[in-house]
């Protein structure tokens, strides 16, 4: 370590810093292959070595392109870091890939990150929003550690321009479309050109990726002579967190939106309450949170769900807020009393996983609509909505009163589905008498069966267990988070004592989060919005909640924004392995995907 | 007595409840014959504790000490408040490197349970007072090292006293580790966090086994040295003693040897990727501190590649073989491929160099590992070196296994030569040279310790026991702390790695649990390794008959714990779970 400090004080002496600019110049002249890039570098190479003769302990790696794959080898001094051979060798290392990519000419040029120029328009409804997008550009490149740039280096001019300038809201039929363009002519400029902020927003991501940290000369270079066209192939790509098995702090699953919003994810699905505990404070039924949360520092706040929600929208992700009834409900219900009749949720005394709404208490179905009124007003947005519907057991109802009414005419699972419409007609109540165009429930006996046309409204199914099949074939729109294939919290066993074995081991690699292709599949492509990933965390709690989803929901992404046809191992294993390096340049924590060794050998494990 | 201590809050229900948002109307109430801790609300009751932590202390036979003690263990119910300004350390003993240590113990104890939270304890005419008393001056942590110690806790009036006495100093650490699990922050009805200790205590404790190990793998990928640090810290708190170092293996050398600068240059992943020396030593200090000995394995003569190509141009010729071969799959059984080369003599040269420089970094008389798995007779049977040293040999496998017999014959004795002795203990892993039938042949029982790596069914390490050798085990089914992540593993979560017993015999060293790295580095090896590590702890010191669903609540309360001194220990269950006990 000591030997690298001297050698970047040779870096800051003058005639070094007029050798490499020179370099540059012979370097950039020429725009066509690698192998000019590596000659003019040789040349540089000749200075260190006369001057770091004696470093001999100080670990030196080159890589060279050959037959498009950057092969690592050993030498006295550096030449091309695999960073510099990752972008120029094959396919410059963007995640997800976007749709069609053209590089007229593989170059690069050193850019000043202190330089960095934007031009729109200030008159813009979504200027604001685009000022907090270009801070964290620049903050980005920030944290990419470049050196401390005492030269001038080349300027970037970002230049954006949106149609739509007044789509401040992201909805399913926003358009994410966006076109750059990167040119070095008589500027150094990047034209994007975007329908709406949101399109703008991801260019600049794919802008950043543009950009990489060459550790050689300690500078951040730009890919350029690039044309890139892109958008989404799913107009749904989501993160789900349960928040109530245990507790993440607020700036943990902004950690968590910050490496969306790199990979072009734009749904953060917080499954915030459930049985065992209730975090979120809602400002009409405070008790839930008071009696329901694990610790007066494990709440959710109104301010704080805002605050995730803006913070959210700004990178280009919507928040969709679950509370799960009429299962999955327990913790902090019964603060009204102990009589029977006045209980809100029944059957959770002997097990707290399995308490229900009490269906004699219409009382309960009241609270729902100050929860539904809450969570409508929070997110700020009603476009879709999540009912939950999770996992209801139907001998919990049984012995109620209601049941036992309409027994006679009716059987449990037409008594399952009156009392969903009775929730969704709070739902419609709470959203000023109109239902939200897509109110989402999660995949259960109920939506499998023909009961599900008996629902006053044609709702959208996260799908996660069982054959779709007759839901698709009912014409229902799908969301994908198929378990065994896009669950992150399989394979850790069981919980508890009682149980046998994990619910749904063995965990998922990477790889099957990336193959899985559900539409395939299933058929029925037009009814998939696309899909989510989970976490469950019964075994996960601070700790390892980035761990669990990074890179799995990177691999993920990819499959939902480009849907790709086939995997190239080379090419996906190698821009994958960049794009965490890039999480992690952020301060994302992501696992290791394999010995390091594998990275700085490309295609060689 | 202690009960007279017991300072409880009265719980005000009122509409400013529902406001906050808060939980403080939950308080925990020890049921003694089931020792469990169970929350209710409402109810103000002079027997209930503020909060689980406070409750677990004393609920039960072991409250919440972890690993459990073995000899005996008697906690009394009533809790002493004090403020950690007002605890003292008394030490007996005259000898100044015994004194010295006791003192840096002291001090972590005090940094361990130090809290922002109760820098408003206002209580300070309660007072602790910790003596230690130590036996012998012996300041060497190995094998034979008596880590037991008796602990009393006594409180009259306003004075609480610890009496801890060991016969050696790391006995007297571990008995600090369990003061520190007999006290918790307390909120008391002035407002103030204070410390709270339990009140009455006797404990006597010592060790099943004397080699409680944990193996981190920093060759596939690197590990930070503070991420080590972190480790070590979780070890201490756990009462494991060894750290044993995987630290190179074909992938990559990160090991700097100042004769052999090679062997980095060849072989770490960058210059930010290297342990020197000076990090080395640091190291062995600060888990000395902690009971912990780190034991430093060079695995060969296969695993060993990257680092090992320089042999040619150093005019020595090739030192590994097989090295970055591709397809790997014909000559090694992971990439990057690498295999010692056992007929170049200047191999056992550059070995004598390098471990003399790993012994100079080590204490004297350290054991060392010498890897010795997994060697793959493809990449030798395709060398043509090697080929033509065997001349007319039939290429047979038992050919091959007396090469590498060879090999480790001249690779012991390029140790011998370096250490200046012929009794230091070689630890081998179990491979197709301590197979029953032919470890006699090339294996002296003497000279070498097996650590067997073989599922729970497999007879070996009895087989091996029964033949003499001494083994540590690390059961390859439950203790791989890898598994779950590749191929067809499945994942050990923390009562499975309770549950695994090992053999009793007096020939059993102890055991290990695995951390192999492909798929981890600084961002997940913690998690991956705690709590479940802490499991195979108390397995490792107290071996209890009982099996898991017996050590859930302590084992609850130690996770916390772990994660409260900073180490990244991984969820267990939902957070309702451990709120009430036993209620999942």
């Known amino acids: 370590m000591k030997k690298t400090r001297q050698f970047s004080d040779s870096c800051s002496s003058v005639m070094f810093v007029m050798f490499v600019m020179s370099c540059f110049l012979v370097l950039f002249s020429y725009t066509d292959s690698l192998s000019h890039v590596n000659n003019a570098l040789r040349i540089q190479n000749t200075f260190f070595s006369e001057a770091e003769n004696d470093e001999f302990e100080v670990v030196r790696y080159t890589w060279k392109c050959e037959s498009n794959k950057c092969v690592r080898y050993h030498t006295n001094t550096q030449e091309v870091s695999l960073n510099t051979c990752n972008m120029m060798c094959s396919q410059p290392s963007l995640w997800p890939k976007p749709e069609k990519v053209i590089v007229t000419y593989k170059n690069s040029t050193v850019i000043d990150k202190t330089r960095i120029s934007f031009n729109f328009s200030t008159q813009w409804q979504v200027y604001n929003m685009l000022i907090n997008t270009t801070d964290l550009f620049k903050r980005n490149l920030e944290l990419l550690k470049p050196g401390n740039q005492t030269t001038p280096r080349a300027t970037l001019h970002i230049i954006i321009s949106i149609q739509d300038t007044t789509t401040d809201k992201l909805k399913l039929g926003t358009n994410e479309k966006y076109h750059l363009v990167v040119e070095n002519n008589d500027n150094l400029e990047a034209v994007i050109v975007a329908e709406t902020y949101f399109g703008a927003r991801h260019a600049l991501e794919t802008l950043s990726q543009l950009i990489w940290y060459d550790d050689v000369i300690d500078e951040l270079r730009i890919l350029h002579n690039v044309d890139i066209i892109d958008s989404p192939k799913f107009p749904h790509r989501g993160v789900m967190i349960d928040t109530a098995r245990n507790y993440f702090p607020l700036d943990l699953i902004k950690k968590v939106v910050d490496g969306m919003a790199m990979s072009k994810l734009n749904v953060l699905h917080l499954h915030v309450t459930d049985a065992v505990s209730f975090p979120i404070v809602l400002p009409r039924v405070k008790q839930l949170a008071a009696f329901g949360a694990y610790g007066r520092d494990m709440i959710y706040s109104p301010e704080d769900i805002k605050n995730l929600v803006q913070y959210s929208l700004t990178r280009g992700i919507k928040v969709l807020l679950e509370v799960d009834a009429p299962g999955h409900v327990n913790a902090g219900w019964n603060f009204a009393g102990e009589s029977l009749n006045k209980k809100y949720v029944i059957c959770g005394e002997s097990d707290i996983l399995n308490g229900h709404l009490n269906p004699d208490n219409d009382e309960a179905l009241l609270v729902l609509e100050d929860i539904y009124n809450d969570l409508l007003e929070l997110s700020g947005y009603n476009e879709m909505f999540h009912m939950g519907s999770d996992e209801v057991n139907l001998t919990c109802w049984k012995g109620t009163q209601a049941v036992k009414t309409k027994k006679a005419e009716n059987s449990m699972k037409q008594f399952w589905a009156s009392y969903t419409n009775q929730m969704l007609e709070r739902l419609k109540i709470a959203n000023d008498g109109r239902y939200p165009d897509h109110i989402i429930m999660w995949s259960s006996p109920l939506t499998e069966s023909s009961e599900l046309d008996t629902l006053d409204v044609k709702v959208t199914i996260q799908h996660w267990l069982g054959n779709p099949s007759s839901i698709l074939r009912r014409g229902h729109k799908v969301i994908y988070s198929t378990v065994g294939q896009w669950y992150l919290d399989c394979g850790f066993g069981m919980w508890k004592p009682s149980m046998t074995s994990g619910v749904c081991d063995p965990y998922t690699p990477w790889q099957k989060f990336y193959k899985h292709r559900p539409w395939v599949i299933n058929g029925y492509r037009e009814l998939a919005l696309g899909g989510e990933v989970c976490l469950w965390t019964e075994e996960v709690e601070v700790d390892s909640l980035e761990t669990r989803i990074w890179p799995r929901s990177a691999a993920f992404a990819e499959r939902v924004w480009s849907d790709p046809d086939t995997m190239n191992d080379y090419d996906v294993y190698s821009r994958l392995v960049s794009f965490v390096d890039r999480l992690r340049s952020r301060g994302i924590k992501s696992s290791a995907m394999w010995p390091r060794w594998c990275s700085q050998n490309p295609g060689k494990c | ?584």
């Open chain 2, 1 to 584: 007595m202690g009960k007279a201590y017991l300072v409880l809050m009265v719980i005000l229900l009122c509409s400013k409840l529902y406001e906050s948002a808060s939980n403080s109307l939950w308080r925990w109430k020890c049921n003694q014959s089931a020792g469990a801790c169970t929350r209710v609300s409402g109810d103000v009751d002079a027997t209930l504790y503020p909060s689980l932590e406070t409750c677990r202390l004393v609920c039960g036979t072991a409250g919440g000490l972890w690993p459990q003690p073995t000899v005996g263990t008697v906690l009394s119910d009533g809790l002493f408040q004090f403020s950690l300004s007002s605890l003292k350390f008394e030490f007996a003993s005259e000898d100044n490197d015994v004194t010295t240590y006791l003192k840096e113990i002291a001090d972590l104890f005090n940094k361990t349970l130090s809290s922002i939270s109760a820098s408003n304890c206002s209580n300070t005419d309660n007072t602790v007072t910790i003596s230690i008393v130590v036996l012998t001056n012996n300041m060497d942590l190995n094998w034979k090292t008596d880590e037991g110690y008796n602990l009393e806790i006594l409180t009259a009036g306003k004075e609480n006293s610890v009496k801890i006495s060991a016969n050696t100093i790391f006995g007297a650490r571990h008995a600090l580790e369990t003061v520190s699990q007999l006290i918790e922050l307390f909120s008391n009805n002035n407002g103030e966090v204070c410390h709270v200790i339990v009140d009455e205590a006797k404990i006597s404790d010592a060790p099943n086994y004397n080699h409680r190990g944990l193996l981190l793998d920093t060759a596939r990928n690197f590990l930070s040295i503070s991420s080590i640090k972190k480790h070590v810290d979780g070890m201490a708190h756990s009462k494991l003693n060894v750290l044993h170092w995987h630290i190179t293996d074909s992938q990559s050398f990160p090991l700097e040897l100042p004769t052999l600068p090679n062997m980095t240059k060849y072989g770490a992943y960058s210059d930010s990727k290297i342990y020197h020396p000076t990090d080395i030593a640091e190291l062995i200090s600060y888990a000395k501190l902690r009971g912990v000995r780190i034991i430093i394995e060079i695995d060969a003569p296969s695993h060993a590649g990257n680092g090992w190509q320089w042999g040619p141009d150093a005019g020595l010729g090739d030192l590994s073989v097989c090295i970055n071969q591709q397809p790997w799959r014909s000559f090694c059984i992971q990439p990057p491929c690498g295999q010692l080369n056992p007929v170049n003599s200047n191999l056992y040269k550059v070995l004598k160099d390098l471990y003399s420089d790993v012994i100079n970094m080590l204490p004297k008389g350290e054991v060392f590992h010498m890897g010795g798995d997994e060697v793959y007779i493809p990449c030798w049977n395709s060398t043509p070196e090697i080929i033509a040293y065997l001349g007319d040999k039939p290429r047979t496998t038992e050919t091959f296994l007396d090469l590498w017999s060879d090999y480790q014959a001249q690779a012991l004795e390029a140790f011998d030569s370096a250490v200046g002795n012929t009794n230091t203990p070689i630890i081998l892993w179990t491979s197709h040279l301590t197979e029953v039938s032919v470890i006699e042949k090339y294996l002296s029982k003497t000279r070498y310790v097996i650590q067997t790596w073989v599922p729970a069914a497999d007879t070996l390490p009895q087989n091996l026991l029964d033949l003499g050798y001494q083994i540590i085990a690390s059961t390859k089914d439950t203790w791989y702390l890898d598994h779950g992540f590749w191929g067809n593993t499945v994942y050990h979560n923390w009562r499975v790695v309770y549950n695994n017993k090992i053999p009793t015999a007096s020939g059993t060293l102890g055991g290990e649990v695995c951390m192999w790295a492909e798929l981890v580095d600084d961002s997940s090896v913690e998690s991956r390794v705690w709590p479940r590590a802490a499991a195979a702890a108390e397995r490792l010191w107290s071996n209890l008959k009982t099996n898991a669903d017996q050590a859930e609540r302590r084992f609850y309360r130690h996770r916390e714990r772990l994660v409260s001194r900073g180490i990244n220990a991984e969820a267990l269950t939902p957070r309702w779970c451990y709120q009430n006990e036993g209620e999942c």
